[in-house]
């Protein structure tokens, strides 16, 4: 009788499990940040008044799945509080996901439409978050996953209508079509080591907006990431080497490095030390030596108040420490110090190389399961000549700091499987 019973229990959960292969899930996003600033992205002069403004994301997600099928499409609307007339009556929405991707046993997929490309430390490919519409491509993706491999191969090919006489594409985007690999490997627990490679190969417009010939420059960067996460230590490097030639046909040979190394002690506090390193030209030499990060969540490095996106003439070298305080399970502090670089002195100006010091404080507050709350202060202390020169505006002898405060509200709001 037990077996009899035991097989039917069996059979019912098969049953069910079977008619409920369907999941269907609609996620939604407001994220408003109110901005103070008073020196972010370009230094203040003496006497410039501070702006104050509020940025917001909205964003309505659907998601289906089933075994070997996925499907994603997301739509947002970005702008500043102010920006729409009171009865505007035109729209102003985007999609910023939209995309199918097929599974095959074992572990292959293929993905197409537009996506977020976003690899490793977002170094060079990444999301963006941080930045109110994000990043996105039309792509098709290929891979395939398990726990230990993960091997993607990408490509995009884009134009600015159904049919070019020629070909030649005005960059809407910045590029005209790109291809690259990326392969993770994920050692055994017991040795919590991370291995990436990642190679792009970058291809951009160099043809005549007169009789719309099109003609495709390209630029090759290939690097790897490493992460090694021993108990309570977080190591991570990186470096990628670029070479080919730039928009304007020039050769190019650049590089980057960096490196992280962080320390939790007795789960409460985490201390980080870190140095970014990008190449630069010096003036002197014809060929292309400034590295480019290219489609990258820049904001996560060299400093919250963006001054540098690592795409400098003459590079940039970043000194960093982080202190991350662990105060609440719902309440974490961060602290991170910049010292910034130039890479390379331009040999024709009496400029130093020094560029001035950042101070980064946030604040994040998980006050439900789906809402979160963070501030933020900044200030670029002993800002140089250089810095001035570089950023064309601006006065060393000003104040430069900025704040803000953003919730983000994420909740799931509709779930049903069948």
């Known amino acids: ?182 392969y993770h490997l994920q050692v055994l627990p017991e040795m919590p080591l991370g291995i990436s490679v990642l190679g792009l190969n970058v291809g951009y417009e160099d043809g005549s907006t007169e009789d719309l010939i099109g003609k495709t420059i390209y630029m090759q960067t290939v690097g790897t990431h490493l992460t090694f996460q021993p108990g309570d230590f977080d190591i991570a490097a990186s470096f990628y080497y670029q070479f080919g030639k730039t928009t304007d046909s020039t050769p190019v040979s650049a590089f980057m490095a960096s490196g992280r190394a962080g320390y939790t002690i007795a789960h409460a506090v985490k201390l980080s030390a870190g140095y970014d390193y990008l190449s630069g030209n010096d003036g002197l030499n014809v060929n292309q030596h400034a590295f480019n990060p290219l489609f990258g969540t820049h904001h996560k490095f060299f400093g919250a108040m963006d001054y540098f996106t690592g795409r400098q003439l003459y590079g940039i070298q970043d000194a960093i420490g982080s202190v991350t305080a662990y105060i609440h399970p719902k309440l974490t502090l961060d602290v991170d110090y910049h010292y910034l670089q130039l890479a390379e002195q331009n040999r024709f100006l009496d400029l130093p190389k020094g560029l001035g010091h950042e101070v980064d404080v946030r604040l994040t507050a998980n006050i439900f399961k789906d809402v979160t709350l963070q501030a933020g202060y900044s200030a670029f202390l002993f800002p140089t000549r250089t810095t001035i020169a570089l950023k064309g505006t601006g006065s060393t002898d000003a104040w430069q700091d900025w704040a803000w405060l953003s919730l983000n509200i994420n909740p799931r709001i509709f779930f049903t499987s069948w």
């Open 1 to 182: 009788m037990r077996i009899k019973l035991f097989l039917f229990v069996s059979f019912v959960s098969v049953a069910v499990q079977a008619q409920r292969e369907n999941q269907f899930t609609i996620d939604a996003q407001v994220r408003p940040r109110l901005e103070y600033d008073n020196g972010a992205v370009d230094p203040r002069n003496t006497g410039d008044q501070p702006a104050l403004f509020v940025n917001n994301r909205t964003r309505l997600t659907l998601g289906y799945q089933r075994k070997n099928l996925e499907f994603k499409l997301s739509g947002q609307h970005t702008g500043v509080w102010g920006q729409d007339n009171i009865n505007k009556n035109y729209g102003n929405f985007t999609l910023n996901e939209a995309w199918g991707k097929l599974r095959f046993n074992p572990g292959f997929f293929v993905q197409v439409g537009r996506m977020p490309l976003s690899y490793d430390d977002e170094r060079l490919l990444g999301a963006s978050d941080w930045n109110v519409a994000g990043n996105w491509h039309d792509a098709l993706r290929v891979g395939f996953e398990n726990e230990t491999h993960q091997a993607h191969l990408f490509a995009t090919y884009l134009q600015n209508a159904p049919a070019i006489h020629g070909g030649y594409y005005d960059q809407v985007m910045p590029y005209k079509q790109m291809q690259g690999f990326w």
